[in-house]
């Protein structure tokens, strides 16, 4: 076909990211044809496309193909649902919803499977993140018996979240950290496990910042085969960590500061304890570093391959229905901790949906605001 007539509703800071990506000549085989922002002055430092204030309008316009939505989360589902029911295909930024019953809405619209939808969920692109994925998808790990992902390099200031009146609260983002900083991990998590059978979750909710929602999150999962996982976060602590630590019936493998390390087991670990006759014995193992290859396409690569599969059919690198897993798992995480209890998977959409409303409909919270911030966002792209 001829390139892809494309159109981006939501010109604030990711979305004027892809805006200037396309005009850069970085994606082949599209067009940008239109913007959309509901604020006009968002669109003024873009040029040389139609503009649109209505996401309506736009996607009735008939000069598109497909749009890509970079609009605040709550309205991922709408614009979502009335692009797909119009006939468009869509890429929607992360999280393709902000909770588990309006994904399943978005999911259910899109009813006609020959409409490309996708979900950016760049960090799939990442060479050591698909060579993890290889591995265990290989088996190199065997059986995985634990998992320790502690992503707390996320740190945020007072001022970045004074930064927008939106920002921070539930009315506005629907969440903190679980829904704005960690979506991208917590994809990569269920990506490279599945999802957990039970989660139990400790939020801090405004522990290290003036704000209404979390900024601290420690969560224990429970798989059906006995494994169990631990996820740490936080936007409240410097220096932080980021390390990745699977352990498997044939070793261990880390993930940390751009290395793989995996320590492999000569034998699995599970024969050599009903084999060995040495009362403090281990098995014999091999330290390798596992070499990485490949670019980093991030958010370019998921542009291009939305392209790519509206053109020529080529399999999705993040179809979005896989999208509301690693909401499902934010959203687990927050009831846990909200609940005091454990939660059986999967979790109840419509008891979430309601807990929600509820804290914004009953938030009674100031936010503060400082449009003077001055704030380099393409700093986190990449996160």
């Not at 396309?22 to 239109?34: E, Y």
């Not at 109840?348 to 009674?364: F, G, K, P, R």
């Amino acid at each position: 076909m001829s390139k892809v007539r494309l159109g981006v509703i939501g010109t604030g800071n990711m979305g004027t990211a892809h805006v200037k990506s396309i005009q850069n000549g970085k994606i082949s085989g599209v067009d940008l044809v239109a913007v959309c922002d509901i604020d006009p002055k968002a669109m003024k430092k873009i040029d040389d496309v139609e503009k649109f204030e209505s996401s309506e309008e736009l996607i009735r316009s008939g000069r598109l193909d497909a749009v890509l939505i970079a609009t605040p989360h709550f309205s991922h589902t709408t614009i979502g649902i009335d692009a797909l029911n119009n006939n468009l295909h869509v890429l929607v930024e992360k999280p393709i919803a902000v909770h588990k019953k309006d994904c399943e809405k978005l999911i259910a619209a899109h009813k006609d499977k020959d409409l490309i939808f996708a979900a950016m969920f760049n960090q799939r692109t990442d060479p050591y993140f698909k060579k993890i994925k290889h591995l265990i998808d290989r088996g190199d790990l065997g059986e995985i018996t634990r998992i320790n992902w502690i992503v707390t390099d996320w740190f945020r200031t007072q001022a970045y979240y004074n930064s927008g009146s939106w920002r921070a609260t539930w009315e506005g983002e629907g969440g903190g950290v679980l829904l704005n900083q960690c979506p991208h991990q917590l994809d990569l998590y269920q990506w490279f496990f599945g999802m957990p059978d039970k989660v139990r979750a400790f939020c801090g909710i405004g522990k290290k910042h003036d704000i209404e929602v979390e900024d601290e999150v420690t969560a224990y999962m429970q798989y059906k085969n006995g494994a169990t996982g631990v996820f740490i976060t936080t936007t409240g602590e410097a220096p932080g960590t980021n390390r990745l630590e699977i352990t498997g019936e044939n070793g261990k493998l880390v993930f940390e500061n751009n290395k793989i390390l995996f320590t492999k087991n000569e034998i699995s670990m599970t024969e050599f304890n009903k084999t060995t006759d040495k009362g403090f014995g281990t098995p014999e193992i091999w330290n390798v570093e596992i070499p990485v290859n490949g670019t980093n396409g991030q958010h370019v690569e998921i542009i291009q391959n939305f392209v790519d599969a509206i053109a020529d059919g080529k399999e999705l690198i993040a179809p979005a229905e896989e999208g509301i897993k690693s909401v499902e798992l934010g959203n687990a995480m927050l009831f846990s901790s909200m609940n005091d209890m454990t939660v059986e998977m999967p979790l109840d959409s419509d008891a979430y949906a309601d807990i929600l409303q509820s804290l914004i409909d009953n938030s009674t919270f100031e936010k503060k605001t400082d449009n003077a911030v001055k704030t380099d966002f393409t700093k986190s792209f990449t996160n």
